[in-house]
């Protein structure tokens, strides 16, 4: 076992390229991770930053180039081994066990690494319930990893990671569903396990993240790196222009006040035991409301009422001046209320099927003529304007959702409700 004092790099990834048949996701990738450092992975949707990480921990062969991590030259396929070596991997699916436990989740990955064949629940318990300290957040310990929300999901892929007590740990975008808080707190966590030798690939859009707490950044676009180098050499102006290759001219947006049109949805009084109490607001037509607060202060429960997937005790909303008390979630829709699930993976994508029939399948019953027959060329018509205007990155219509990037999955999300929202379906009353 190398101890972290004995070298400087922890990690040197030189000229790594990768193919998805003609199409090069990674190409000449190189980079430097020093000991205590962390260093950014940025670029847009499709750029490369998970195909990069999927080479360094061995799930995706390279077709060039070399890894080294903590003085040990890896080579492919060799996903054990990278762990052995102190690396831990926070995927952007989060890839967790779902119908384990939270402290199973968090303390049985370290078990088998030592070769324990014996649960030790209480053990794992205890470290899970410590690293949350550590952390500053609470989740439960004995719930079923399936029953989390995305956010609670998140820290516990965290927590894995930091339990695992790992000398690298790579975050491909950790913090998607986290609010502010958590995120400070993670980032409290990331600054002292810096100061210990622990260091970070991070991958991250925010600005905020990526000049609050990453010493260097490695720009990708279409797969080539465009920029490297320190943090302080970068602001967000050229930093943005790297990840997109376009200027970007900083416009404050003029919401209008005033001018919004009818009102839409009335809420009056809505009430759910635990979750939230006497909630009241409006949304007229055009209007944008945005609801905040800290991680399961409710929010996420008021919009599953909303769309008729939980029954509130009291209160009563209106749309369009009609009561609206949706009983299932296909009620909503019929009524055209549409929810973007939180979580794409386990609540939205059919992941081996197309961009095509993903986009579309809310949208069946407005395309559909006698005989259940489906009008497939307007249908596609349809498809391709929302999927150009959201500028999914794909071959094709006909592609995979699956072998779309995370950004370009949630992309393909958006489209299917968007297009839902704004269709005009026959069956609305
Ligand atoms: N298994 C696969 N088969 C074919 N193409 C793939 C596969 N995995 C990824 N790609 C393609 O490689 C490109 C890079 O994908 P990658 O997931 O690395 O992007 P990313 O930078 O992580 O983007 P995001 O910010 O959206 O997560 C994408 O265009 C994607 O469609
Ligand atoms: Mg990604």
Known sequence: MITPAA?????????????????????????VLGKGEVHCLAGENGSGKSTAIKVL??????????????????????????IDLGLAVIYQDLSLLPNLSVAENIGMPSALRRGEHIARYAHWRRKAADTFAMMGVSVGLDVLVETLPVAEKQLVAIARAVAAEALVIVMDEPTTALTRSEVTRLFDLVRTLKTTGVSFLFVSHKFEEIFGICDSITVLRDGKIVATGPTSELDRRSLALAMTGRPIVEERLALPVEGHGEERLRVEGLSRSPDFYDVSLSIRAGEIVSIVGLLGSGQRELALCLFGLLRQDAGACLLDAIVYAPASAADALRMGVVLVPEDRLSEGLFLDRSIADNAGAASLGAFTAAFAWLKTGPLRRTISQFVTQLRIKMTGPDQSVGRLSGGNQQRVMLARFLMRASGDDPQRP
Request: hydrophobic share 40%; glycine share 8%; charged share 25%.
């Open 57 to 82: 921990a061995g799930i995706l062969p390279r077709d060039a180039g070399s890894i080294r991590l903590l003085a040990h030259e890896l080579g492919d396929h060799e996903v054990q081994r990278a």
């Open 7 to 31: 070298v400087q790099n922890v990690l040197e990834m030189k000229h790594v390229s990768k193919t998805f048949g003609s199409y090069t996701a990674l190409d000449d990738f190189s980079l």
